[in-house]
């Protein structure tokens, strides 16, 4: 396996279930990002880990609770989920160098998920 | 305003150019960025430029930076079926703050 990849590709839930969302790299980078896409709606960025280490939590409601064992895998844990949170989940990876340039995120291809 | 602009829809013929133009909304961004994002498939880097530049060319691709109107242009060359997607521009705030992309069609 190479890159970034996410399981399962494609989720179908009910509000009371509970679910999670693995994502693993595979690049040797140390941040990893949980982004939500919806239809014609900028990604928006959920939560961001720093090697392991939480950095940014971007208002998500508490049904959403990121776990990152470490600095490979990722992981969205749902629960109570409402149907305004079906979207595409995408997750990233990055290489943050202390005061460095660029820093390109590699996406994963993606969960879609539908919350009925 | 807070948000990265992208008109939503642009639709060429095969071979023609297209632009894909995207307003962005701090002066400061360091680095702007696009992304292509195939169906089905995340996010790709195609290419980024560095807030000192004006140009930067990579094949097919140009990226034009107007600072000082805040505006960012991807032009594909010799536009292919292949190339349709959606695009993303994005600016590092501290973190990527992406515009809401721009569905390329291209028509044989």
Known sequence: ETGVTQTPRHLVMGMTNKKSLKCEQHLGHNAMYWYKQSAKKPLELMFVYNFKEQTENNSVPSRFSPECPNSSHLFLHLHTLQPEDSALYLCASSQRLAGGPVETQYFGPGTRLLVL | ?108
């Open chain 2, 1 to 108: 305003g807070e948000d990265v602009e992208q008109s939503l829809f642009l639709s060429v013929r095969e071979g023609d150019s297209s632009v894909i133009n995207c307003t962005y909304t701090d002066s400061s961004s360091t680095y702007l960025y696009w992304y292509k994002q195939e169906p089905g498939a995340g996010l790709q880097l195609l290419t980024y430029i560095f807030s000192n530049m004006d140009m930067k060319q990579d094949q097919r691709l140009t990226v034009l930076l107007n600072k000082k109107d805040k505006h960012l242009s991807l032009r594909i060359a010799d536009t292919q079926t292949g190339d349709s997607a959606i695009y993303f521009c994005a600016e590092k705030r501290g973190k990527l703050i992406f515009g809401q992309g721009t569905e390329l069609s291209v028509k044989p």
